[in-house]
């Protein structure tokens, strides 16, 4: 009879690659701050930060996601502004539309409006 070699345990699979979870992220957010923070704010460069901006949301939402399904975070929790000053707001169109009516129920006030014949 042959003598069998001790049989080695097998190779341990390779590490799976990085999920883009929390950590990533966090790291494209502080880049895209970082870009933000350094453009240069002009007319020929609102288009690329309106880019940032939406991209800065959006990874913001997933990692509220995140945290929120690892029973982490607080429901309702996000990024919001908060309202500061008045607001306007113009209705525009042709008479007899509808426009004061619309006013006065969305407000709860009586506007005047003007006869048209």
């Given at each position: 009879r042959k003598k069998e070699a001790p049989l080695s345990p097998p190779p341990s699979p390779p590490p799976p690659a990085p999920a883009r979870g929390a950590m990533g992220i966090v790291e494209k957010i502080k880049e895209l701050?970082?870009?933000?923070?350094r453009?240069?704010?002009?007319?020929?460069?609102?288009?690329?930060?309106?880019?940032?901006?939406?991209k800065l949301a959006k990874l913001r939402s997933e990692l509220l996601q995140e945290e929120g399904s690892g029973g982490g975070g607080a429901a309702g929790e996000g990024f919001a502004v908060q309202r500061s000053g008045d607001g306007r707001v113009a209705l525009i169109g042709f008479p007899s539309v509808g426009k004061s009516s619309l006013l006065s129920?969305?407000?709860?006030t009586k506007s005047e409006a003007a006869a048209y014949e």
């Open positions: 701050e970082h870009e933000y923070a453009t240069q704010k002009n007319k020929a460069t609102e288009g690329h930060l309106g880019l940032i901006k939406a129920e969305l407000t709860g």
